[in-house]
């Protein structure tokens, strides 16, 4: 049985698709593509989901961090420190400021940033933090902050990367309402995804908020009048109908993603591959935007699954700190010893709500396969 590492259709079921096209309609009747009434009923959506009390939607995920960077006040010189181990726009928003993204290492079980190594890159110039909640999983966040702000000797600001993770819930409350403020991604593969380019952040602080609003559109206050230099960020009408749609279905999502989670973690202990591969802790807040093993072999295992039509992906295969167009910051191959071994083992098999159990067989069937090929693979 074929099962693709990602299938797009999963969240266009009939009556989705009919309820979508329904609301599309309605927005090419009323014809505001910008700012129509649709982005304040989702933001408003997003706040009673999330439990926090300001949510701006947003061009993209990537702009979403650069939005609530310059908010809080990085600058250009300013020291951020990031997880190397992490998807680009982490960092690539503190450098879009001018700021300078100071890598620190990950934890090996969690795969989010390590308290420890975050406070050893701490120093006079360290502005803010981004921890990321990497895969769904929620980051350590106050931990972070008191060893951070300890080695500094004063306080930073916590800017969550909360791309992977709507939804999910750490036991010191859910994320985006962790730090000052958080950015989330909607990317059509992400938990919570729109039809193209979306994102949104959210903040406890009216000010924050404020400042977002005006960033958002060109740091304008009233049309035409500007009080700082900001950006063109907003998200249009139809990608935020197409988020108030599945909004309505995302806690199911999530929940159908734990599950899977679970059930993986089943197959692959039944089948007596827990001690091969190194399967994640399914945590009760964590929603499971990726379900990332670490492999042995895993480019010969990748071909294998490959061959039993069997999707699968690697996030991520180069750490940040080795991406060329940091060079010039003169991290070395060692330097993150954490973050590196990871991009080097680890593998992500289909989860998204689409993949059924019978899917969940065959593809722990075919990694059995590949690691037992004597043995039979009829367990379930
Ligand atoms: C951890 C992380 N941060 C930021 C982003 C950027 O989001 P977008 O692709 O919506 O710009 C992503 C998206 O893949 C992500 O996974």
């Known amino acids: 049985m074929g099962v693709p590492f990602f299938d797009i ?15 599309w309609a309605a ?16 933001e408003d959506h997003l706040c009673r989901f999330l439990g926090v009390e300001h949510a701006l939607a ?32 982490t960092a690539g928003a503190v450098a879009r400021l001018g700021a300078v993204p100071v890598f620190a290492d990950i934890d090996p079980v969690s795969y989010c940033l390590d308290p420890e190594s975050a406070a050893a890159k701490a120093g006079r110039r360290t502005k803010a933090v981004i921890p990321v909640h990497l895969y769904g999983q929620p980051a350590e966040v106050g931990a972070i902050r008191r060893a951070v702000e300890q080695a500094a000797g004063h306080e930073v600001v916590i800017v969550e990367d909360a791309a992977q993770a709507v ?4 036991p010191e409350g859910p994320c985006g309402g962790l730090g000052a403020v958080a950015g989330f ?27 977002m609003r005006r960033l958002r559109e060109h740091g304008g206050g009233t049309q035409y009048h500007h009080d ?38 089943r197959l692959l202990s039944d089948h007596g591959l827990d001690d091969r591969v190194t399967a994640p802790t399914v945590t009760p ?12 072999r895993r480019e010969e295992l990748r071909a294998a699954l490959q061959e039993a039509g069997i999707g699968s992906a690697i996030y991520y295969p180069v750490p940040l700190h ?50 037992s090929p004597s043995r039979p693979s009829c367990l379930r």
């Open 9 to 23: 259709r999963y969240n266009l079921g009939p009556g989705e698709r009919e309820a979508l096209l329904r609301r």
């Open 27 to 42: 927005i090419l009747d009323h014809g505001r593509f910008i700012n129509g009434p649709e982005v304040a009923e989702l």
């Open 58 to 89: 947003c061009s993209n995920g990537s702009d979403a961090l650069v939005l609530a960077l310059k908010a809080v006040g990085v600058e250009a010189g300013d020291e951020v420190i990031v997880p190397s181990f992490t998807f680009f726009a």
């Open 167 to 170: 939804g999910a819930v750490s």
């Open 185 to 211: 991604s909607c990317f059509p593969t992400k938990n919570l995804g729109a039809c193209g380019d979306a994102g949104f952040v959210t903040t406890r602080d009216p000010a924050l908020a404020e400042r």
């Open 228 to 265: 700082e230099v900001g950006f063109n960020f907003r998200q249009d009408s139809l990608q935020a109908a197409a988020l108030l749609e599945r909004l309505d279905h995302l806690l199911e999502y999530n929940a159908a993603r734990r599950e899977a989670a679970e059930h993986y973690g």
């Open 285 to 296: 807040g964590h929603v499971f935007h990726q379900y990332v093993l670490r492999v042995p």
């Open 322 to 371: 080795r991406q060329p167009c940091f060079a010039a910051l003169g991290y070395a191959e060692g330097d993150l010893a954490e973050s590196e071994r990871a991009a080097r083992e680890v593998l992500a098999l289909p989860i998204h709500p689409g993949v059924d159990a019978e899917m969940r067989v065959a593809v722990v069937g075919a990694m059995a396969s590949f690691y």
